[in-house]
């Protein structure tokens, strides 16, 4: 498995704003990505996070809303861009280290107000 | 911390006995399944896989069963305890990617 943190762990933000979201992994992965989990609901990927090239989103996910960057093979961010209260959900980051199993960060809790 | 099981199917059992959680999932073509459990407040964290060439697995405590004729997973939580209480997810995948397809999730509610 794999030690993965997030910050913020929880925010309040105004909407038009927007939000970084860090994820860390212990160790390096080739697998990263990023789910989306609104208020008791499931999970929903909203990409892979590819090292060294850009994002694949899933449908409906845009990158001028959720930018990712991914500099290396131990980090990745999740912006989400120009909140509205529709974005409040938690947001996760998974790593997949070569075993077909995701391992999951303890999430950011985003409140859009 | 908040709830995520607002909306989901909930299961209550008395602790000490024997819970079943069920899941259908939706690809054939899967080919690995895993469950996970959420509590309030955390990230989803892993419990228990299989492959398609399997049907039952066990863990401590814990035993998933495949069913692909009917493609029905279950996770099955002996000698339930409080500290089970969470939502336990169903999620699977396989072909070219490795994306995860998460089920609806179920609330497993333990009465002391």
């Known amino acids: 498995s794999a030690v993965i943190s997030q910050k913020p762990s929880r925010d309040i933000c105004q909407r038009g704003t927007s939000l970084t979201i860090q994820c860390q992994v212990d160790?390096?992965?080739?697998?990263m990505f990023w789910y989306r989990q609104q208020p008791g609901q499931s999970l929903t990927l909203i990409a892979t996070a590819n090292q060294g090239s850009e994002a694949t989103y899933e449908s409906g996910f845009v990158i001028d809303k959720f930018p990712i960057s991914r500099p290396n093979l131990t980090f990745s961010t999740l912006t989400v861009s120009n909140m509205s209260p529709e974005d409040s959900s938690i947001y996760l980051c998974s790593v997949d280290p070569s075993t077909d199993t995701q391992y999951f960060g303890p999430g950011t809790r985003l409140t859009v107000l | 911390g908040e709830s995520v099981g607002l909306h989901l199917p909930t299961l209550s059992v008395q602790e000490g006995d024997n819970s079943i959680i069920n899941c259908a999932y939706s690809n054939s073509a899967s080919d690995y399944f895993i469950w996970y459990k959420q509590e309030s407040g955390k990230g989803p964290q892993f419990i228990i896989d299989i492959r398609s060439n399997m049907d039952k697995r066990q863990g401590q405590r814990v035993t998933v069963l495949l069913n692909k004729t009917v493609k029905h997973l279950s996770l099955q939580i002996a000698a339930t305890q409080p500290g089970d209480s969470a939502v336990y997810f169903c999620?699977?995948?396989?072909?070219?990617?490795?994306?995860?397809?998460f089920g609806t999730g179920t609330l497993l509610a333990v009465q002391p």
């Open positions: 999620a699977e995948t396989g072909g070219a990617t490795n994306k995860l397809i």
């Open positions: 160790s390096q992965v080739t697998m």
